[in-house]
């Protein structure tokens, strides 16, 4: 399997110039650590609860070295980054730039690997410059759940176009939450990860997966929130 089997795209994402503010409540109402920053539909940045950890409006920002004026002077520069972080109204400010990428064709043994050397929770999919795609650690453990016990997929194309198919009809309709759920698919069976609104919509999801040509069997593991914000 590859990142471009598992990861969740579209991609919900942010501008240079969202306010921190909505940034936070967005991280809050959407159960997410971290949301991309893209500029005319690159990718420049990251924002993730890290980078909102120290904030002016809590009491948690960096405080400012003591000592000596002269060892004040050395460590100035620092102070000044963590002034600007601690109390920036935008993304551009408080965002991460050195973004670490995969291509949409990396293995997931290699982002299994980004993900446990660099310590973060998710790796941004980039084609170019462009953003296609977001996997987390949360879909390598979805990933592992639909392999376990499987056979080796008998025909991996196959797979990949069952869900380039069944996310182009689920995009098109209202109903369907893209930055609430994923699909991933599995020798023919589609599988729903992430959350739904109410019991009574799942049966859409799995009736435009069952007309998908190729789906064999619809597995829906997404959990009801029944207080889902509405859509930003």
Known sequence: MKASDIMTSPVL???????????????????????????????IGIVSEADLLHRQEIGTECLGQGGSWWLRLFSAQPSVKDYVRSHATRARDVMTRCVVTVSPDAALAEVAQILETRDIGRVPVVKGAALVGIVSRANLVQALAVKAGAADASDHTDDQSIRRSLLEELE?????????????????????????????????????????????????????????????
Not at 20 to 41: H, Q, T
Not at 174 to 187: H, K, Q
């Open 13 to 43: 994402t942010v501008s240079p110039d969202t306010q921190v503010r909505e940034i936070a409540a967005l991280l809050y109402e959407r159960r997410i650590s971290a949301v991309p920053v893209v500029d005319d539909g690159a990718l």
């Open 172 to 232: 098109r309709q209202g109903w369907w939450r893209l930055d609430r759920a994923n699909v991933i698919v599995t020798d023919g069976v589609v599988h729903f990860w992430g959350m739904v609104e109410s019991e009574d919509a799942r049966p859409a999801a799995r009736v435009a997966a069952e007309n998908v040509p190729g789906v064999r069997r619809v597995q829906d593991h997404r959990f009801v929130s029944y207080n889902a914000p509405t859509m930003t």
